[in-house]
């Protein structure tokens, strides 16, 4: 059975563009068009939604990284910059103190030379000294006068002799003199000095002897002191 279509002759003479195969061909293109207006339209929304989540994701993803990068590296160099800073302040102390000993090597040598040139002028009686027991009076070698702070050929009395000890010495040598006369027993003592001119304090080792006279009364203390130099017993 075949059925018969009919069509209303003047609606499709108002839509007709020419023959038969003209109007399959525009038809087919206005189509077509459409078709793909539609593709690309639902194309662009798809693209608008995935600028939307995806690169934004990606975005705070590269930032995240950055700032973690960012305070890596900046721990890294507060690290580096308290290494640096310590190692400067140890060499500035090791530096401190090379410039101390050096000082009080300076100081050492001098005295040494002091010392080495007066014992050319002085002979054997540089590091003499005497104490006598009835005037109490005090002498010392002119080098030792120097090396007190007192006038040349002064001869100062015990108890201004013992001013120039340090007082954190001075009763303990005020002892010893005394045992000495008292028993005979053997000076022996190592002290500190402060010289009356301000110079720096010296560390003195002194020893000596008493000597009586015909009917074994004391006459006097003498001895000989020399310089010594141990840092130890200066920082006390």
Do not use: C
Request: glycine share 6%; net charge negative; hydrophobic share 35%.
């Amino acid at each position: 059975m075949i059925l018969q279509i009919q069509l209303n002759t003047p609606i499709l003479n108002y839509f007709s563009v020419g023959s038969t195969w003209q109007n399959i061909a525009f038809y087919t293109t206005i189509s077509g068009l459409i078709y793909i207006n539609i593709f690309l339209t639902r194309r662009k929304k798809t693209y608008k939604v995935q600028s939307i989540t995806g690169p934004s994701d990606e975005n705070e993803s590269i930032l995240s990284a950055s700032n973690n990068t960012g305070l890596k590296t900046t721990a890294d160099l507060n690290i580096e910059i308290a290494t640096l800073r310590n190692e400067l302040l140890a060499i500035g102390e090791e530096l401190e103190l090379s410039y101390m000993k050096s000082d009080r090597l300076n100081d050492q040598l001098s005295e040494i030379l002091d010392s080495l040139e007066l014992t050319v002028a002085y002979d054997h009686t540089l590091w003499d000294w005497s104490l006598d027991f009835n005037s109490r009076e005090v002498t010392f070698s002119e080098y030792g006068l120097r090396l007190r702070g007192f006038p040349a050929n002064s001869k100062p009395v015990f108890d201004e002799a013992i001013k120039v000890v340090d007082s954190r010495y001075r009763q303990a040598v005020i002892d010893a003199v005394e045992k000495s006369f008292k028993t005979g027993a053997d000076f022996s003592m190592t002290y500190l000095i402060n010289p009356l001119d301000g110079g720096r304090p010296k560390e003195i080792k002194s020893a000596g002897r008493v000597q009586y006279n015909e009917h074994g009364a004391p006459v006097k203390l003498f001895g000989t002191f020399t310089l010594t130099y141990t840092p130890p017993l200066i920082k006390k």
